[in-house]
């Protein structure tokens, strides 16, 4: 029967996406295997260019583990007024996209890193997956602290698979990771709560977030990408070229999947990777994964021969170390950063700055006011708190956030030309 399907359990049932409708649909091969991309709701797009785009993104995650895992496979494609995310399945994906996302490079590129982060996912996750998740139990949250790995390492390949199918460049490659090591580097949450902590505590925390998230958080997503991006440095490096993280998560597919069939610890993953290095991971795993300590971006990418630049260092841009938004009087102080002159002189989320000395403050001028400061300068701030007027002092520092780039070493050596080229795949 043309309509009659057959799904062998449970597990299987509720992770198979169900739908009918007037979809548009359109099918293709990729890596031997018939896609299909089925289209739900009004949108534009070229079929053609879909197609062949799709192809490369397919190939290029399939040609990392030598093989496809699917007889068939579906994009299901939800347009809707604005982004919103994916979902990874078995042998399918739900994407939630912008009707528009098809017109422009920034937003068409957003589509086509999401196909590579949900199809990385076959492998990573749906099939080579955490021993806590081998076996779920839908009545109850299921905990395991390698969040970092499947989404972070995913979200890192996401950007590898990117680069290698052609659609970003090199600088945009880099330029991309950058800006999350600029992020990681200016959420104070960064050192206060580790990876496996992050990962652990997705259920009560990263889905529930609240003012004070950044100052207690970090996103296992953003700092585990960077974790990848590191460690494929420090093996390529190391092996002089001979590895990269690649053969590791292509060895515990083939090994922990495959062969033994068994969920993977995060040991298992820093074994392997360690065999692939040639030497202990143990202060980097301490430092990164389990710890809090500050990513040393500089000495890794200088394994590539790339120089860490920070563009805010020349900047003297000052701060009070708030988030706000427009209020009816002035401006609504929506986060306080950790560690900043706000932070330390008592200033308040929901706080609403009226005045900074003689001035009134609006959102146009609050920048141009504060600047008007020297560092070290105190300002008396005119508050509402909870509907009483009050005055408080603040000190006005600098800002300490960064905006990293990069520039190529002048005079590289062998062994950094030579990463450089491996870690771009050329
Ligand atoms: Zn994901």
């Known amino acids: ?22 979809h548009e649909v359109i099918s ?27 192809t490369k993104i397919v190939e290029s995650a399939t040609a990392i583990f030598g093989e496809n895992p699917n007889e068939k496979y579906i994009f299901f494609l939800h347009h809707g007024e604005r982004d919103a995310g994916g979902l990874e399945h ?9 009707r528009w996302a098809y017109q422009y490079k920034n937003s068409y590129d957003h589509f ?24 779920l139990d839908y009545d109850r949250e299921n905990y395991t602290d390698m969040l970092w790995l499947m989404e972070g390492i995913t979200s890192y390949y996401d950007q590898k698979i ?7 460049d090199e600088t945009e490659f880099l330029n991309n990771l950058l800006d999350e090591m600029s992020d990681v580097k200016n959420t104070p949450g960064s050192r206060v709560q580790s990876l496996t902590e992050a990962s652990f505590d997705a259920w009560i925390k990263y889905y529930r977030r609240d003012e004070n998230s950044n100052n207690s958080q970090i996103s296992y997503y953003t700092k585990g990408t960077i974790i990848g991006a590191l460690l494929d ?16 998560v292509y060895q515990l597919y083939h090994q922990f999947y495959k062969k033994e069939e068994k969920g993977l610890t995060g040991d298992d993953f820093k074994k392997a990777a360690e065999q692939a290095v040639g030497s202990s991971l143990d202060q980097f795993f301490d430092d990164y994964v389990y710890g809090t300590t500050d990513l040393d971006n500089e000495k890794y990418l200088k394994l590539a021969g790339i120089e860490l630049i920070d563009l805010n260092q020349t900047i003297n841009d000052k701060s009070i170390g708030i988030w706000y938004s427009a209020s009816a009087c002035g401006l609504e102080v929506s986060q306080v950063i950790r560690n900043s002159s706000a932070f330390d002189n008592g200033l308040n989320v929901g706080d609403e700055l009226i005045a900074v000395d003689d001035y009134r403050i609006n959102e146009e001028n609050f920048d141009q006011l504060i600047s008007r400061y020297k560092v070290g300068d105190r300002a008396t701030f005119t508050i509402s708190r909870n509907g009483i007027v009050r005055s ?21 050596g062998k062994q950094q030309e030579k990463t450089y080229k491996v870690w771009m795949g050329k």
């Open 392 to 412: 408080i002092s603040l000190e006005i520092r600098k800002n300490t956030s960064v905006d990293y780039s990069f520039e190529m070493t002048k005079n590289p």
């Open 28 to 54: 293709f091969e990729a890596a031997g295997v018939p896609h299909e991309v089925v289209m739900y709701g009004a949108t534009d797009y070229n079929p053609e260019q879909i197609k062949r785009d799709l």
């Open 1 to 22: 029967m043309k309509h009659a399907f057959y799904i062998p359990n449970y597990d299987i049932l509720v992770d198979s996406p169900i739908e009918i409708g007037n």
């Open 112 to 135: 086509l890193a999401l196909a590579a982060h949900e199809y990385f996912h076959l492998w990573m996750v749906k099939r080579l997956k955490p021993v806590e998740l081998e076996h």
């Open 162 to 168: 990117m680069l290698r199918a052609g659609f970003y």
């Open 90 to 98: 078995m042998n399918s994906t739900v994407l939630g996209l912008s």
């Open 233 to 248: 440095l420090k093996i390529i490096s190391s092996s002089g070229g001979k590895y990269s993280l690649d053969d590791v």
